[in-house]
């Protein structure tokens, strides 16, 4: 016998979570990318923090969302002139 409806489904939605956007044929942020790979790094000393990627490299570092934007922007327009930005906190 095969699998039954449950179990394929199953196996088939764990496969898409696990496969990249790459592989799915959508398109892949930049940012998000480097956050997955600085991520082991940033978790000790930024727990519970706010932070902001630009260009694939971290530019700000906040206690609060609002605190964020503010340095965030300050950085983008000091140094990386229309650049595209991906915010988050680390939990």
């Known amino acids: ?10 196996y088939a939605m764990e496969s898409w ?4 956007g790459k592989e799915r044929g959508l398109a ?13 790094e940033l978790e000790k000393p930024y727990h519970g ?9 971290l530019i700000a570092v906040a206690n609060t969302y609002d ?3 503010g340095r965030a922007q300050a950085a983008e ?3 990386l002139p229309n ?3 991906g915010s988050g ?3």
């Open 1 to 10: 016998m095969g699998l039954r409806v449950g179990e394929a489904l199953r």
């Open 17 to 20: 979570i696990s496969s990249s």
């Open 28 to 40: 892949v942020d930049p940012n998000d990318e480097a956050f997955k790979r600085m991520r082991v």
């Open 49 to 57: 923090k706010h932070i902001a990627i630009a260009n694939g490299q």
């Open 67 to 69: 605190e964020l934007v």
């Open 77 to 79: 327009d000091s140094t």
């Open 83 to 85: 650049s595209p930005s």
């Open 89 to 91: 906190r680390i939990r």
